[in-house]
């Protein structure tokens, strides 16, 4: 079934590190910097692939993303090389690498003639298949893509199709012409789009939009029955939707029936004398003209849609409620947050059977951005605002149950607030909040948390109010944290392992962790031997 929208107008480190690779111990590959160069060392502190790069990042499997320019550790690279140090692909003029979970994206552009020529290429690093960048590729479009299936690309026409990611040859014709956010692959299934225009019959344009299709990976469009449109990527079988409320269904409460009406029922295109009915479908290449059924795209009056989770037979697990603004699609731990369609939107969630487990009652708050909440470890934290918002706000930290099993209140802005860092809890039922002096390891007990120890420190690593999460949490055991202006590493008692000592200090990674003390980077074991030192 096909979607419509309408279109108006790390964690500090020490290294370019982006997402460290799980490698075998005995495997594992450290970058170094020698001399201003980097190059990589093993476990032991030997040198396997000697410094020569102005920047490298972390192995991914069998490779590696380098640069032979000095960037930033956000920055692109311009060559990828094996475990033994040569090159895959070489650094060539204009042309960048971006590092994507399962191919590099390879870029060109040179704007050194006098007109700018821009195209793009692809290593797919399962099969370890290389297409240079070619005129005929556009874009490669690799954001969300898992692997599960060809590599969505955007030819030179402005079309969009899919490649084999094995050998470069077309899988999917090139036949869709709009864009989507879930264009890739995931889970074996990818929603390309149609751009959509309406027009009266007159001739004259009354919407754009796009227009969205969910296929399989030979391409086959997925058909879910009528009146379902999906608004989500696919997820074990299932996926969200938008339908139809059936006749005789609850209505919406009050305040969310007039937001809704105000959107399907008091506008439509018979009632503008601009419009001149009946509306038609353009197609966007050949330019054929097919009627349109406009209470699709505006509604009727008394008809109300909501979101739906249904597998991809059509069955409903859930829904369609028009008390939902949005399903969500699943977190790690397998729960759907959901929104409530009022003005304030508060959240609940839901497990992928369709069973509510909490109803929407969390007003967040995160500055215009869509708000939702998610859980690891088993837990979510939640800034609630609440009644007394803007000068209190409650803190509540959530488990997949629907339990609160930790609440507590906080004055807003005065700079003595508590807070819950990075939004997480850790493994084990450790989290770190934030007080006016610090930061403080609290672990949460029968119905409440306790402070794991007295000690307050002054920054611990990933804590950053815009981090989320990035980064937080106890690596091997130890956790990078500092004090008296010097970092060092507790265990999840908050006891000293490794007194404060280092400039700087990362998470371990494959048994040794990268410092930098007097100026100079150095790795260090659990026991802070150290194993490798800059020269």
Not at 119 to 128: L, P, Q, R, T, V
Not at 268 to 297: M, N, Q
Not at 413 to 423: E, I, K, L, N, W
Request: net charge negative; hydrophobic share 35%; charged share 25%.
């Amino acid at each position: 079934m096909k979607r419509l929208i309408l279109v108006c107008l790390m964690i500090l480190c020490l290294v370019p590190m982006g997402a460290w690779a799980e490698e075998e111990t005995a495997t594992a590959l450290y970058p170094i910097r020698e001399n201003g160069l980097w190059g990589y060392m093993n476990r032991a502190g030997e040198v396997v692939i000697e410094p020569q790069w102005a920047t490298v990042w972390p192995f991914d499997g069998e490779t590696a993303l380098v640069s032979t320019l000095p960037v930033s550790r956000d920055s692109n690279g311009n060559g990828v090389i094996d475990r033994s140090g040569q090159y895959l692909i070489a650094p060539q003029d204009h042309v960048t690498i971006e590092d994507y979970p399962h191919a590099y994206r390879i870029c060109f552009y040179d704007s050194s003639q006098g007109t700018s020529a821009s195209y793009e290429g692809f290593f797919d690093k399962d099969s370890g298949f290389y297409q240079p960048p070619t005129p005929e590729y556009e874009m490669v479009m690799l954001w969300g893509d898992d692997g599960s299936g060809p590599i969505a690309i955007e030819n030179a026409d402005g079309l969009t199709g899919y490649v084999d990611r094995a050998n470069g040859e077309t899988a999917i014709p090139f036949i869709y012409t709009g864009d989507s956010d879930e264009v890739c692959f995931r889970n074996g299934y990818a929603m390309p789009a149609d751009a959509l225009t309406i027009e009266d019959a007159n001739g004259h344009g009354v919407a754009m939009g796009m227009e969205t299709h969910l296929i399989g990976t030979s391409g086959k469009e997925v058909e879910l029955p009528d009146g379902m449109s999906a608004v989500s990527y696919v997820f074990d079988g299932c996926l969200i939707v938008s339908m139809r409320v059936p006749d005789g269904a609850a209505t919406p409460d009050a305040d969310a029936e007039d937001d809704m009406e105000a959107d399907e029922g008091e506008w439509s295109p018979e009632d503008d004398d601009d419009i001149a009915l009946p509306l038609y479908r353009v197609d966007p290449i050949t330019g054929e003209k097919t009627e349109f059924d406009w209470h699709w795209l505006w509604g009727e009056e008394g008809v109300y849609y909501g979101h739906a989770l249904v597998k991809l037979d059509g069955t409903v697990l859930y829904g369609p409620d028009p008390n939902l603004w949005k399903i969500y699609e699943p977190d790690a731990a397998g729960m759907l947050c959901i929104a409530s369609n009022d003005d304030e939107s508060h959240l609940g969630h839901m497990d992928l059977s369709g069973n509510v487990i909490v109803e929407p009652r969390y007003e967040m708050d995160w500055g215009g951005a869509p708000t939702y909440y998610s859980f690891r470890n088993g837990y979510a934290v939640i800034d609630d605002l609440g009644d007394d918002w803007p000068n209190t706000e409650r803190w509540v930290i959530l488990d997949t149950a629907g339990n609160e099993v930790f609440t507590q209140h906080a004055e807003v802005g005065d700079g003595s607030g508590f807070r819950v860092c990075g939004d997480v809890v850790l493994e084990n039922g450790l989290f770190w909040c934030e007080e006016a002096n610090g930061y403080r390891l609290m672990r949460l007990i029968n119905h409440g948390a306790e402070s794991v120890s007295d000690t307050v420190f002054e920054a611990s690593l990933g804590c950053g109010h815009y981090e989320f999460g990035e980064g937080i949490g106890f690596s091997e055991g130890l956790h990078p944290v500092k004090q008296n202006g010097l970092w060092g590493y507790i265990d999840e008692l908050a006891q000293w392992v490794i007194p404060p000592q280092y400039d700087s200090a990362d998470n371990y990674r494959d048994g040794l962790a990268l410092v930098e003390k007097d100026g100079k980077l150095m790795y260090i074991d659990h026991s802070g031997a150290v194993v490798w030192e800059e020269k």
